[in-house]
T-cell receptor, first 114, second 115 residues
Framework: DTAVSQTPKYLVTQMGNDKSIKCEQN?????MYWYKQDSKKFLKIMFS???????INETVPNRFSPKSPDKAHLNLHINSLELGDSAVYFC?????????????FGNGTRLTVT | AQSVTQLDSQVPVFEEAPVELRCNYS??????LFWYVQYPNQGLQLLLK??????LVKGINGFEAEFNKSQTSFHLRKPSVHISDTAEYFC?????????????FGKGTTLSVSS
C-alpha cells in the first residue's frame, strides 16, 4: 500500500536512447510533481500537474516530457538522453491545498546514462 | 522570491550529543516551512512542518524546530541523536505564485552520527 510508487528504481541506459519513468499515487491527491536530485543532492522542481493539467514547467530541456493520463499518474518521458541527465528523479504528490500541506515522495529512480 | 539557505553542508556529531541544523529563509509573504529527511537510497520523509500557531514545532523521531520570524530562521534540533539519525536533511519553503505551488528546497545538510 505504497503511497507514491515509481518504476523503475534503477535505470541504466546509453546516450541517445529514449526512456520513461512511471509514477502512481494512491493518496487521492490532485497535484503531482517531478523533482530532479543531482549528484550534490540538490533537489530542483521540474514539473507539476494539477488534475492532469501542467501547472509548473521549470527551465527543463524539451527532451523531457511529462504525461498525466489521470490525476493518479504522472509519467516522465526523456528523449535523446545525455550524460548530464544522470540523476535521481523523484515523483511527489500533494493535496489540493498543497501550498500548506506536505508533499509525499516516491523512493526515486536512479538514472545513469553512459 | 522565496529561497532557503542551509548554513551547514555537513554536521558530524557523536551519538547522544545534541544537534542543531540551521535553516534560513527569505520570503516577502507568509511562509510555510518544512523539514524533510532522506535516508540513504530512499525518498524524502516529512519530519515536521510549520504552518501557523506555535513557533515550536515537534516532529517525528524526537526532532523539533523553532520558527523565528524576526531572524527568518527555522532551525532543526534534537537533544540526543542516535546512529540511525545519520541522513540528509532538507529544509523547504512552500511557494505559491502564478505558476502554482511547489516546495523549494535548501541544498541539504548531511548529519553524520558516530559512536
Amino acid at each position: 500500500d505504497t503511497a507514491v510508487s515509481q518504476t523503475p528504481k534503477y535505470l541504466v541506459t546509453q546516450m541517445g536512447n529514449d526512456k520513461s519513468i512511471k509514477c502512481e499515487q494512491n493518496l487521492g491527491h490532485d497535484t503531482m510533481y517531478w523533482y530532479k536530485q543531482d549528484s550534490k543532492k540538490f533537489l530542483k522542481i521540474m514539473f507539476s500537474y494539477n488534475n492532469k493539467e501542467l501547472i509548473i514547467n521549470e527551465t527543463v530541456p524539451n527532451r523531457f516530457s511529462p504525461k498525466s493520463p489521470d490525476k493518479a499518474h504522472l509519467n516522465l518521458h526523456i528523449n535523446s538522453l545525455e550524460l548530464g541527465d544522470s540523476a535521481v528523479y523523484f515523483c511527489a504528490s500533494g493535496g489540493s491545498s498543497s501550498y500548506n500541506s506536505p508533499l509525499h515522495f516516491g523512493n526515486g529512480t536512479r538514472l545513469t546514462v553512459t | 522570491a522565496q529561497s532557503v539557505t542551509q548554513l551547514d553542508s555537513q554536521v558530524p556529531v557523536f551519538e547522544e550529543a545534541p544537534v542543531e541544523l540551521r535553516c534560513n529563509y527569505s520570503s516577502s509573504v507568509s511562509v510555510y516551512l518544512f523539514w524533510y529527511v532522506q535516508y540513504p537510497n530512499q525518498g524524502l520523509q516529512l519530519l515536521l512542518k510549520y504552518l501557523s500557531g506555535s513557533t515550536l514545532v515537534k516532529g517525528i523521531n524526537g526532532f523539533e524546530a523553532e520558527f523565528n520570524k524576526s531572524q527568518t530562521s527555522f532551525h532543526l534540533r534534537k537533544p540526543s541523536v542516535h546512529i540511525s539519525d545519520t541522513a540528509e536533511y532538507f529544509c523547504a519553503v512552500s511557494v505559491l505564485n502564478q505558476a502554482g505551488t511547489a516546495l523549494i528546497f535548501g541544498k541539504g545538510t548531511t548529519l553524520s552520527v558516530s559512536s
